[in-house]
Structure formats: C-alpha cells, structure tokens
C-alpha cells in the first residue's frame, strides 16, 4: 500500500531535550517536505527536499533541522524543543515538482513541556 | 511567501444543499489544489488545477481557477454528513531559488449537518 508513515504519533517531551520525528515513504516519490499545523495558521512550510542531499528551509525553518540521506527517508530533528514548537505535524511527498499530488502522513502531536 | 487564503473560514449547511469554497492567493502559479482533512488528520488530495485550465471536475466536485483574478473555488455539489471536513486550497510556485514549492492556506471549516 503506497503510504507515508511518521513516528511516532504522539509525543510528550521536556524543553531541550532532543528529538527525531521520523518520515518514510514507499513511493519512489523524490520531493518530501514538513508541515506544522497550528490552530487560526493553518500549515506552514517547515523545510522542503527536492531528491537526495538536495534541501531547502520553508516558512518557518528556525529551531529544524532535516536531512535527506535516502530517497524514501525525512526525517525532522528538533535539536532544542522548546513549548512554541508545539504543534501537530505532517510530512507529505510527491512524485515530483511541479506536478501531481502531495501525500500526506497521519501526522505527529507533539506537546513540548 | 505566495499563500492561499481560504474563504469562508467556517461553513455549516444542512445535507442535499451546495457548499461553495473560495481561495485567493499572490502570485504567479503552476496549479492549485485542493485538499481535504478530517480531523487532525492528515489531508487528502481532492483535485488538481492547472494554470491553463479553467474548470474541473471530479465527481461532485467542482473546481474553477481564475488566473486574472487569482483566484479559485471548490463546489462541493449535494452535499453529505460525510463531508463534514476541513478543505484546504495549496498552490504551487516557483521560487527564487528556481525550485517550486506548495503552500497551504489556512483552511475553511465545513460542517454538514443531516
């Protein structure tokens, strides 16, 4: 089944305290990218990957880090949390860009306390 | 950054009627989609509309594109319960860095009651 999964779906932590919200899809899709989702801002961009090595940050990058090592993996480093990072998050992939859809993962809640 | 921006932020009609969804956004684009979310989960592609096409549609769904007015709607025919849903529009740009990207509006709320 073609899918996107991320891990985990639910997340509690403590500021400072470093994290990895993980990406996988198995789609041979080359663009990957991360969204935050908060109430009245709707999805916004965090970064974005166009294919392997190559990444790019979006509209709000700061306190993010990404790395595209695989094509099917993107995952997102929280190197710091802090509690304004809470938020619901989502990584989506495409074929390619510009192009057809975007699919989306099940998202990840993350609470930073 | 280039932007949708989604109107009505909430609707709330019964079933059988029409729902009808706005989006307006800046720039120059590639094409514009439309998503849909069930809540907090992740969204779902509904339609795709390229920027040399006027109208589209897909079941009972409708979608027109306005490039002159940079601008778009999403006609949700007959409506159902079903789809009682959050509808996001996404449009793709180019970028200065001569990669393209999609950018999400903020959402409208539909709420279909029976």
């Known amino acids: 089944e073609a899918q996107v999964t991320q891990n985990p779906r639910y997340l509690i932590t403590v500021t400072g305290k470093k994290l990895t919200v993980t990406c996988s899809q198995n789609?041979?899709?080359?663009?990957m990218s991360w969204y935050r989702q908060d109430p009245g801002l709707g999805l916004r961009q965090i970064y974005y990957s166009m294919n392997v090595e190559v990444t790019d940050k979006g509209d709000v990058p700061e306190g993010y880090k990404v790395s595209r090592k695989e094509k099917r993996n993107f995952p997102l480093i929280l190197e710091s949390p802090s509690p304004n990072q809470t938020s619901l998050y989502f990584c989506?992939?495409?074929?390619?860009?510009?192009?057809?859809?975007?699919?989306f993962g099940q998202g990840t809640r993350l609470t930073v306390v | 950054s280039q932007q949708g921006e989604e109107d009505p932020q909430a609707l709330s009609i019964q079933e059988g009627e029409n729902a009808t969804m706005n989006c307006s956004y800046k720039t120059s684009i590639n094409n514009l989609q439309w998503y849909r979310q069930n809540s907090g989960r992740g969204l779902v592609h509904l339609i795709l509309?390229?920027?040399?096409?006027r109208e589209k549609h897909s079941g009972r769904l409708r979608v027109t594109l306005d490039t002159s007015k940079k601008s778009s709607s999403l006609l949700i025919t007959a409506s159902r319960a079903a789809d009682t849903a959050s509808y996001f529009c996404a449009t793709e740009a180019y970028m200065n860095s001569g990669y393209s990207t999609l950018t999400f509006g903020k959402g409208t709320m539909l709420l279909v009651s029976p």
């Open positions: 989506a992939s495409s074929l390619r860009v510009p192009g057809p859809e975007a699919f």
């Open positions: 789609m041979n899709h080359e663009y």
């Open positions: 509309i390229r920027s040399n096409e």
